[in-house]
């Protein structure tokens, strides 16, 4: 018989937070589900009140997120699996979001991240080992217009996430940079901060309306299998795209980027460093 693992996860009220959460649920195991507003979860409350634990939590917050992982970790004895997902979207072209807009999307995005891995890390270590899942996005490898500075946090999240991988490869902890691709989350609403347009960026908010069109992307449900499976695997990546078409995104992504390095070679081997 399988032990039920214990899950963290934060963000878990909506999008691809309660999808996860719904399936770890199913699936048998513990969670404990946090989110600034928990009260979504009282359905799945009362139909799992033995496996599953809310914690109102602002990762903004440092002290907050330590004292939640705390709680966390007490709730069942101890932490296997965290899925550091909580985050929100700027949209806006990087002149037009202000100073207090910018920060806040960071302190949530990028550093709310990183207090629950500073919080979570001593509790794996204990516990002899275990999963951190850091959910990023499969556009860190280029910024896109409007929503740079999303892009610009989930980026800086990939690189601190890769250095957190080795630091703590020798507690048997698994970090898994996880780059979700467009999944219909409810980002573009009820987690959107816009910031105030200017007329000088009309015709290209415009423009990328009309790329991006109305498909709001395949349900978080969706994905939650993928997550299931990366978190049960003996020796997981150190980082997976989710989705298919995201995953072919990205090799174009980069292959754009190869070619556009080997165009410029000769400038570049003028330099000696």
């Known amino acids: 018989m399988t032990t039920a693992r214990v899950w963290f996860i934060t963000g878990a009220t909506r999008g691809l937070g309660r999808a996860f959460t719904e399936a770890v649920l199913a699936a048998g195991d513990r969670v404990v589900a946090a989110s600034r507003n928990v009260e979504p979860l009282?359905?799945?409350?009362?139909?799992?009140?033995?496996?599953?634990?809310?914690?109102?939590?602002?990762?903004?917050?440092?002290?907050?997120v330590l004292a939640a992982a705390d709680d966390a970790a007490a709730a069942f004895g101890g932490l296997d699996v965290v899925v550091n997902n909580a985050g929100g979207l700027l949209y806006g072209m990087v002149e037009e979001a202000t100073e207090e807009q910018i920060r806040a999307h960071?302190?949530?995005?990028?550093?709310?991240?990183?207090?629950?891995?500073?919080?979570?890390?001593p509790h794996l270590r204990e516990r002899g080992g275990g999963?951190?899942?850091?959910?990023?996005?499969?556009?860190?490898?280029?910024?896109?217009?409007?929503?740079?500075?999303?892009?610009?946090?989930?980026?800086?999240?990939?690189s601190v996430s890769e250095a957190l991988a080795m630091e703590v490869a020798q507690f048997?902890?698994?970090?898994?940079?996880?780059?979700?691709?467009g999944y219909d989350?409810?980002?573009?609403?009820?987690?959107?901060?816009?910031?105030?347009?200017?007329?000088?960026?009309?015709?290209?908010?415009?423009?990328?309306?009309?790329m991006w069109g109305d498909e709001a992307g395949?349900?978080?449900?969706?994905?939650?299998?993928?997550?299931?499976?990366?978190?049960?695997?003996?020796d997981p990546p150190r980082r997976l795209i989710v989705g298919g078409a995201s995953y072919d995104m990205v090799q174009?992504?980069?292959?754009?980027?190869?070619?556009?390095?080997r165009a410029w070679e000769e400038l570049s081997r003028k330099a000696p460093g």
């Open 42 to 64: 009282a359905d799945l409350a009362a139909e799992h009140p033995d496996r599953l634990v809310r914690i109102p939590l602002d990762v903004s917050d440092r002290a907050a």
């Open 106 to 121: 960071l302190d949530v995005n990028f550093f709310g991240a990183v207090w629950v891995a500073q919080a979570v890390v």
């Open 131 to 158: 999963r951190l899942l850091q959910v990023t996005s499969m556009g860190t490898g280029g910024g896109m217009a409007s929503v740079g500075f999303y892009g610009a946090g989930k980026a800086a999240l990939d």
């Open 172 to 181: 048997g902890i698994k970090v898994t940079v996880v780059q979700m691709g």
């Open 185 to 210: 989350t409810g980002l573009f609403t009820a987690g959107t901060t816009t910031a105030e347009r200017r007329p000088e960026y009309a015709d290209l908010h415009a423009e990328l309306e009309r």
């Open 218 to 234: 395949p349900a978080p449900s969706t994905a939650a299998p993928v997550i299931l499976e990366l978190a049960a695997l003996p």
């Open 252 to 261: 174009d992504m980069d292959r754009a980027r190869t070619e556009l390095y």
